[in-house]
């Protein structure tokens, strides 16, 4: 807002702008919110000084003087006076007690202009009082902003504590399911390890030659014989059964 504007807010709030000026003033305040601001704010400071202006009490005699012009002013008009000289000037306009209403007419207007004096006085100080508010405003306006980003982060942050929960029970599912899948693991492998043992001793027996001998001696008929015989490892067992004890 420019400094014209400003000027004619504080001439309008106190009521000191001219008609035409007044309404073109008024065309531009319906139009313009920061200066509907500005205004609201020039009348509620005006109203507060008006407030905290000292009560005065009045003279004694003002009563008696206000009358005293009342009646004076109320009594019929004197006799037109005779034509003066030109150049002079008429005693009545130089009475001031001839003219008590201009003079109460002016009341309003020199209190309105010592308020405008009062104000523009103070106008530093209001100025600063509207900086310090504008930058309390942004200062919460920014506060506002960081709680809404600190909600943000704690929901986000409970979502993937959420999510890392359910994350760490399905890896303790399938960490369960592995245990057991390798438990049948080591079962099947001692079964096959079993197996494989069987096989192998099959697998010796394949390579053993068993030969079972018969007895060729007349006087002892009944003698037998079994030879096992390993050919890779040289090495057997035989077996005779029905023989005569050796001397």
């Known amino acids: 807002m420019n400094d014209s504007l400003l000027e004619s807010a504080n001439l309008y709030v106190l ?14 305040l319906r139009h313009n919110p920061a200066l509907q601001r500005e205004v609201y704010a020039l009348s509620e400071a005006v109203l507060a000084m008006a407030h905290s202006a000292p009560q005065t009490a009045p003279p004694p005699d003002l009563r008696a003087s206000l ?10 008009a004197a006799p037109h006076p005779a034509a003066q000289p030109t150049g002079t000037v008429p005693q009545q306009a130089t009475n001031p007690s001839a003219s008590p209403f201009r003079i109460l007419h002016f009341i309003p207007w ?12 103070n106008r530093n100080e209001i100025q600063t009082a509207r900086e310090q508010a504008s930058a309390a405003r942004t ?19 409970e979502a993937a504590k959420a999510q890392s ?21 080591g079962a099947e492998k001692e079964k096959l390890i079993a197996e494989l043992s069987l096989l192998q001793q099959d697998s ?16 002892q008929p009944a ?10 490892r040289q090495d057997g067992l035989l077996v005779v059964e029905n023989l005569p004890a050796l001397p």
Not at 15 to 28: K, N, S
Not at 223 to 232: F, P
């Open 223 to 232: 003698a037998v014989a079994v030879s096992l015989w390993r050919q890779e």
């Open 15 to 28: 009521g000191l702008l001219t008609a035409p000026e007044q309404e073109a003033f008024e065309h531009e």
């Open 110 to 121: 020199a209190a309105a202009a010592a308020l405008a004096v009062l104000f523009y006085q």
């Open 139 to 157: 200062e919460a306006a920014v506060a506002r902003e960081r709680e809404k980003q600190y909600l943000e982060a704690v929901q986000m942050s």
């Open 67 to 76: 009358l005293a012009d009342w009646e004076t002013a109320a009594s019929p």
């Open 165 to 185: 929960e359910a994350s760490l029970a399905s890896l303790r599912t399938s960490l369960e399911q592995a245990e057991t899948a390798l438990n049948a693991l």
């Open 204 to 219: 010796q027996l394949d390579k053993t030659r068993i030969a079972v001998l018969g007895s060729i001696l007349k006087d």
